[in-house]
């Protein structure tokens, strides 16, 4: 999520997310193009993305946002399981 119309770089807006992320007490991991974040229930990532658009939103005209769910129940910490289950097939992807 970031606004477009702020010019070619929006780290400075991105990073308010991620601050906002990092103490949600959800996991996630920021890469260079998406953050993907874990959490127990749908409503506790809506509640999350609900929010990144509020801290962008008082200073923007305009918001990019792209969203995938994958809900798997009974399962947890799929960011680094999911991860370590193609390493296990043909090693280490991440250098």
Do not use: C, W
Request: charged fraction near 25%; charge should be neutral; proline fraction near 3%.
């Amino acid at each position: 999520m970031f606004p477009t119309d702020k010019g070619t770089s929006v780290s400075a807006h991105v990073s308010k997310v991620i601050d906002m992320i990092r103490n949600s007490g959800a996991q996630y991991k920021l890469t260079p193009m998406a953050t993907v974040i874990e959490t127990e229930t749908m409503s506790e990532a809506l509640e999350i993305i609900q929010k990144a658009n509020d801290i962008l939103e008082p200073d923007s005209d305009r918001i990019y946002s792209s969203v995938t769910f994958d809900i798997q129940k009974s399962k947890s910490n799929r960011i680094v399981t999911k991860v370590e289950s193609v390493e296990n097939k043909i090693g280490k992807v991440n250098k």
